[in-house]
């Protein structure tokens, strides 16, 4: 299982990252080993800045290899919510030096899933996705206000990674995202219900 992450797919979050509106699509890799379903993730040692980041995400069902954008929403199956934790601090180093991300992005237990809800009628599920943090609501939004499509992202990538059955397709975070610490409760909601709860610990 390969779980690709879109970057900066909404533009309020472009911006809070100080960071420009990409004119195609940005993407890096996690392994296997970041994915989770756990409820009670405790934050690494490693990282005094963990940030939370909540996604829409979607199950690719056959390989997928060049798919045409008109063709790309017969290869998802299944969406869900998701988190991909970030250590922040790691981050903000490796960019300072130019260097990759990926101790920052795909360590282990770095890609939360939720499970996994079918697609009827290959219909995309349009509504508002939601976090809060502690009850409070921190991160929200929907397919609309994606810069690229689910559709368009596939289409993307596979023009360069060849996709398989039951890889996962992370579609990037609205604005909102910011740090956790041990005790913290996230929850995620879509079209007011609720779809995770996570404990930090």
């Not at 779980?3 to 004119?23: T, V, W, Y």
């Not at 063709?71 to 199956?77: G, H, N, T, V």
């Not at 922040?88 to 809800?117: G, H, M, N, T, Y």
């Not at 890889?167 to 041990?182: H, R």
């Amino acid at each position: 299982m390969k779980i690709i992450c879109i970057g900066r797919n909404f533009l309020d979050h472009a911006k809070e990252m100080n960071a420009e509106q990409p004119s195609e699509p940005v993407f890096f890799i996690k392994p296997e080993t970041a994915f989770t379903s756990q409820t009670e993730l405790k934050i690494p040692e490693f990282t005094n800045n963990l940030n939370y980041e909540l996604e829409l995400v979607f199950r690719i069902s056959k390989t997928a290899s060049n798919v045409l954008e008109s063709d790309a929403l017969a290869y998802f199956d299944a969406w869900t919510l998701g988190i991909d934790f970030t250590a922040r601090d790691i981050q903000e180093e490796l960019k300072a030096k130019r260097l990759p991300w990926e101790k920052a992005k795909a360590f282990d237990c770095s890609a939360f899933c939720a499970a996994f809800v079918n697609l009827s009628n290959q219909k995309l599920p349009e509504n508002r996705f939601n976090l809060h943090l502690n009850k409070q609501l921190v991160q929200s939004g929907c397919i609309s206000e994606m810069i690229f499509s689910p559709m368009q992202l596939l289409a993307y990538v596979s023009r360069f990674i060849t996709l398989h059955k039951d890889d996962l397709l992370y579609t990037g975070t609205p604005a909102g995202v910011g740090p956790l610490k041990s005790g913290d409760i996230l929850s995620g909601t879509y079209d007011f219900t609720q779809i995770f709860e996570i404990q930090m610990k």
